[in-house]
Every structure is written in structure tokens, then in C-alpha cells.
Nanobody, 119 residues
Framework: QVQLVESGGGLVQPGGSLRLSCAVS????????MGWYRQAPGKQRELVAT???????NYVNSVKGRFAISRDNAKNTVALQMNSLKAEDTAVYYC?????????????WGRGTQVTVSF
């Protein structure tokens, strides 16, 4: 069974930094993208950043230049370095993997980690 476990969330002041990590356990087949999504209170879940097997990255405009996603394929981990944090970055952050092999497609989620940006 595939499990994704996030860590690294917490309370940080505006302008500060946090690093989120996600460890994936279980058997993963084929090519897959790893990513981070977030959901603020009263809002829909949104994509923050994704990274492909080959290292191609994609970011939501609001975090470009401040956040950096990285992955370690050997360790099956993905990280999100968040700098210059703003109050509007406050949300629950979820780790995700999407991929597949042939007809077998999958989409797994972690339980989330809270990030709060406030004085």
C-alpha cells in the first residue's frame, strides 16, 4: 500500500522560510509526477508546484521565485522549500503523486501539514 507522509509544517512569521518534506512508501510503478497542493480555509485545493521524473517543474504564479520543489528519486521523497512566506500562503499543504504504467493509473495523497504565516 502506498503512503505519503508530509512533515515540516508549522508557524512562521511573514518573510520567513519553511521546508516541507514528503516521504513515499510502498511500490510505485511507471513514470509519475510529484507535487504539492494546498487548501486554505474556505477555498478549493490548488496546485502549488509539481516536478516530473525528469525534473521538469511547474509552479502556480503566486509562488514563482519564492518556492522551489525538488525530488530524490532514489529515496522517493519530494520537498518544497518556501521562502519569503506571506500570510496568503497559510493553508494545509498536501503531497501528491500522479502517474501510471500502461492502463494502471494512480493518484495518491498525503494527509497534509499545516502551514501558518502570521505574527
Amino acid at each position: 500500500q502506498v503512503q505519503l507522509v508530509e512533515s515540516g509544517g508549522g508557524l512562521v512569521q511573514p518573510g520567513g522560510s519553511l521546508r516541507l518534506s514528503c516521504a513515499v512508501s510502498g511500490s510505485i510503478f511507471g513514470n509519475y509526477a510529484m507535487g504539492w497542493y494546498r487548501q486554505a480555509p474556505g477555498k478549493q485545493r490548488e496546485l502549488v508546484a509539481t516536478i516530473t521524473n525528469g525534473g521538469r517543474t511547474n509552479y502556480v504564479n503566486s509562488v514563482k521565485g519564492r518556492f522551489a520543489i525538488s525530488r530524490d528519486n532514489a529515496k522517493n521523497t519530494v520537498a518544497l522549500q518556501m521562502n519569503s512566506l506571506k500570510a496568503e500562503d497559510t493553508a494545509v499543504y498536501y503531497c501528491n503523486i500522479k502517474g501510471g504504467l500502461g492502463l494502471y493509473q494512480y493518484d495518491y495523497w498525503g494527509r497534509g501539514t499545516q502551514v501558518t504565516v502570521s505574527f
